[in-house]
């Protein structure tokens, strides 16, 4: 089980920017897909974006363009650069470990609030 930890997030205005990294245990981390999920009150998980280890990317149309996965294969580290917040990206927003959500590792999850 890789244990992953989070930071970043927090109370932004609309338009705003904020960063969250997620730090993980495994020195493995390069072979591992990473992603960032989201929760919204009374709705499901779902996928934000995702990187494989040669860095290929994958995000929910919601936040093409405006937000940004990367990661740092020597810090094992995976980050989410947010721009252009809306107020519906407001969310706990959690880093996971793994090819497929149904599996893997989570993160204790990160809340954001766009909201003026």
């Known amino acids: 089980q890789v244990q992953l930890e989070e930071s970043g997030g927090g109370l932004v205005q609309p338009g705003g920017s904020l960063r969250f990294s997620c730090a993980a245990s495994?020195?493995?981390?390069?072979?591992?897909?990473m992603g960032w999920y989201r929760q919204a009150p009374e709705k499901q998980r779902e996928l934000v974006a995702t990187?494989?280890?040669?860095?290929?990317?994958n995000y929910a149309d919601s936040v093409k363009g405006r937000f940004t996965i990367s990661r740092d294969n020597a810090k094992k580290t995976v980050y989410l650069q947010m721009n252009s917040l809306k107020p519906e990206d407001t969310a706990v927003y959690y880093c996971?470990?793994?090819?497929?959500?149904?599996?893997?590792?989570w993160g204790q999850g990160t809340q954001v609030t766009v909201s003026s």
């Open positions: 495994t020195n493995l981390f390069s072979f591992y897909v």
């Open positions: 990187i494989s280890g040669s860095g290929r990317t």
């Open positions: 996971h470990a793994g090819a497929d959500s149904r599996l893997g590792s």
